[in-house]
């Protein structure tokens, strides 16, 4: 989240100029989650996705609208946000402040880059640097493996198998979804907050920074079926290249696959067919 990160760099620049005596800053919560857009949530202005609990964190904080990523790729700005603008080659790092201030530095889950979702069902660190932290969890999860209602969007597969799922380092990752029966506990989300919790309880005592590093809304999209379920397909609107809002996903579908016919096929279907085809369908 973009007014965290600005926050963290004024930490960083308050310890640097304070002895061990001096602290004023005794625990930090820093909170990411993987290629989630500022324009999604409630408190920069959306009005459909809820964000509840973003929003009234934000209520309670100081949000910056002109804060920007270093890159438009995941490694390049977790590098700059742990090591600032340039990396350079000394080992320096953000954990690593705190630690040299004798501060508890933890991390759970994705700070520095991983891959989604290679790292996540092996369980392995990725780029994160060790002396970073003084202990590092990660936060394991079937991903497209998970058992459930499997979909891979754009070839229109839909399935319960389990053999055959597009994941890691295959072409197609990035449009699978999974929906299944379950809490969510078995999610690596859930599995890092959880940890969190715990790891603020138990160090509550002294200062701490403790970095909690979410992998989703990053694909692919597993979660138990209510969540799904708040949200049908049929009831999203969706916009053309233009910002016009053209009708819901069924709409929106359909006048891609007419004007198909249309420009790569020559071939034009009239109301009555159109209508035979939706019954036919729906």
Known sequence: MRFIFFLLFKITLLLGSLSANEKKIKNVLFLISDD??????????????????????AEESLVFDRAYCQGTWCSPSRTSFMHSLYKG??????????????????????????????????????????????????????????????????????????????STRMPHRMFVTVSYQGDGSDQPDHKTATKIVELMREHKDKPFFLAAGFVRPHYPMVQPKK?????????????????????????????????????????????????????KYN
């Open 36 to 57: 989630l857009k500022a324009s999604v949530l409630g408190c920069y202005g959306n009005k459909i996705c809820k964000t509840v609990n973003i929003d009234r964190l």
């Open 227 to 279: 969540y799904f379920d708040q949200n049908r397909i049929n009831y999203i609107s969706f916009d053309d290249d233009r910002g016009k809002i053209i009708g819901d996903y069924q709409e929106y579908q359909e006048s891609l696959w007419l004007n198909e016919l249309r420009l790569k096929h020559k071939v034009v279907l009239n109301k009555k067919a159109v209508k035979r085809l939706r019954k």
């Open 89 to 166: 080659s000394a080992d320096l790092n953000l954990g690593k402040l705190f630690r040299d201030n004798s501060y508890y530095s933890a991390r759970v889950g994705k700070i520095y880059h991983m891959r989604v979702p290679g790292d996540i069902i092996d369980g392995t660190d990725g780029l994160d640097i060790a002396s970073t932290w003084t202990e590092k969890f990660n936060s394991k999860g079937l991903e497209a493996h998970t058992p459930g209602d499997y979909a891979c969007l754009n070839l229109n597969v839909f399935t319960k198998e389990l053999k055959g799922r597009q």
